[in-house]
């Protein structure tokens, strides 16, 4: 049974700064990992997706990386911002148990300008 | 182009009755998956749904069912609503059910009183 994992559950940084969160998978047969971002009572923004044969995925100042052997990913947020200030959450869609896609229980972000 | 559109957006029952929510996938787009997603927590997956079949169920009592149409668009009715059924519902539309990513609407806030 897949299970993912997020740290740190939350997180507080200054503006400007630059950060990694983390993500945690038990079962390495995958066929693609998400990025997503929630805002307060919204609906899930998909920001990259690393298929199963790639190692990283960059878009602006986001670039996500994918450890399959060892079960991680990263997501890397450059020159963090106030807009930034959300919920992260990682995603996992794996061959095995019918295609199910498995989220962590994500990491809220505070960036104080 | 439309993204995920679901319906409704918010929605108060009372505890016993029934309620059906609405999708409508990203044109083309094959595959209709719903999650609920309780405050604090990450989305957990319901069914996943590819050219009207059933493709997953998650660890959810019988009482919640959906179906997809024809028009790739899906319905999911919950039953019998406990004050536990409370929580946001999401819509993912994907183009198959294997390795493509998701794309979600918005939610629909269920509160039941």
């Known amino acids: 049974k897949q299970e993912v994992t997020q740290i740190p559950a939350a997180l507080s940084v200054p503006e400007g700064e630059n950060l990694v969160l983390n993500c945690s998978f038990t079962?390495?047969?995958?066929?693609?990992l998400q990025w997503f971002r929630q805002d307060p009572g919204k609906g899930l923004t998909s920001l990259l997706l690393?298929?199963?044969?790639?190692r990283e995925q960059t878009s602006g100042r986001l670039n996500a990386s994918l450890d399959k052997s060892s079960g991680r990913s990263t997501l890397y947020i450059a020159a963090s911002q106030p807009g930034d200030s959300a919920t992260y959450l990682c995603?996992?869609?794996?061959?095995?148990?019918?295609?199910?896609?498995?989220f962590g229980a994500g990491t809220r972000l505070f960036v104080k300008a | 182009d439309a993204g995920v559109t679901q319906s409704p957006t918010h929605l108060i029952k009372t505890r016993g009755q029934h309620v059906t929510l609405r999708c409508s996938p990203i044109s083309g787009h094959k595959s209709v998956s719903w999650y609920q997603q309780v405050l604090g927590q990450g989305p957990q997956f319901i069914f996943q749904y590819y050219e009207k079949e059933e493709r997953g169920r998650g660890n959810f009592p019988d009482r919640f069912s959906a179906r997809q149409f024809p028009n790739y668009s899906s319905e999911l009715n919950v039953n019998a609503l406990l004050l536990g059924d409370s929580a946001l519902y999401l819509c993912?539309?994907?183009?198959?059910?294997?390795?493509?990513?998701?794309?979600f609407g918005s939610g629909t806030r269920l509160t039941v009183v």
């Open positions: 690393i298929q199963s044969s790639q």
């Open positions: 995603a996992v869609k794996g061959e095995t148990g019918g295609f199910k896609t498995i």
């Open positions: 079962d390495s047969a995958i066929y693609n």
């Open positions: 993912a539309s994907s183009l198959d059910w294997t390795d493509y990513g998701y794309t």
